[in-house]
T-cell receptor
């Protein structure tokens, strides 16, 4: 089955620690995205990547880092510089970027719930 | 900067009835895409319907349809024959040609039996 997987489903972090959230897709999509969702709010874009070895900051990139060494993988690291990291994190991918509505449509993984202890 | 506003934080509807969720947006772009996503209690984001701004015809997907008013920058979602499984949070989203997405804060819809 084609899809997007995120792991782990739940993650706990002690203050001062870096943690990495995994996102893998087997849809052969070029573009991938990371979003943060806080309770009762919409999604805010953290980072996005149009192609392998390239990525751009979204609206709330401070305290986060990413890499895109493989087309199917886009891990997100939440660093100790992120002062309020407790949130639900969603990864998404799309076939392309800026071409047409059907190929630009984003499909989402099941999410990771990160809690700081 | 793009903004998306969903003015109804919560709504409810009786099973089998029709409900409309509102969404307005602001942009200086001439071509863009609009989406409605559904997030049930499982928190999995599911695409409901999508629309290209240059198309005047409103998109429909089975019981879901949109009323797209480009001049008014309005993109409302109509759900007909509401079902219990439609209970979820609904997000309106906006994509530019540059691929950057902006989401509204969501409307929580409860379908009552």
């Amino acid at each position: 089955d084609g899809g997007i997987t995120q792991s782990p489903k739940y993650l706990f972090r002690k203050e001062g620690q870096n943690v990495t959230l995994s996102c893998e897709q087997n849809l052969n999509h070029d573009a991938m995205y990371w979003y943060r969702q806080d309770p009762g709010q919409g999604l805010r874009l953290i980072y996005y990547s149009q192609i392998v070895n390239d990525f751009q900051k979204g609206d709330i990139a401070e305290g986060y880092s990413v890499s895109r060494e493989k087309k199917e993988s886009f891990p997100l690291t939440v660093t100790s510089a992120q002062k309020n990291p407790t949130a639900f994190y969603l990864c998404a991918s799309s076939m392309s970027w800026g071409l047409a509505v059907n190929t630009d449509t984003q499909y989402f993984g099941p999410g990771t719930r990160l809690t700081v202890l | 900067a793009q903004t998306v506003t969903q003015s109804q934080p919560e709504m409810s509807v009786q099973e089998a009835e029709t409900v409309t969720l509102s969404c307005t947006y602001d942009t200086s772009e001439s071509n863009y895409y609009l989406f409605w996503y559904k997030q049930p209690p499982s928190r999995q984001m599911i695409l409901v319907i999508r629309q290209e701004a240059y198309k005047q015809q409103n998109a429909t997907e089975n019981r879901f349809s949109v009323n797209f008013q480009k001049a008014a920058k309005s993109f409302s979602l109509k759900i007909s024959d509401s079902q219990l499984g439609d209970t979820a949070m609904y997000f309106c989203a906006f994509n530019t040609n540059a691929g950057k997405s902006t989401f509204g804060d969501g409307t929580t819809l409860t379908v009552k039996p």
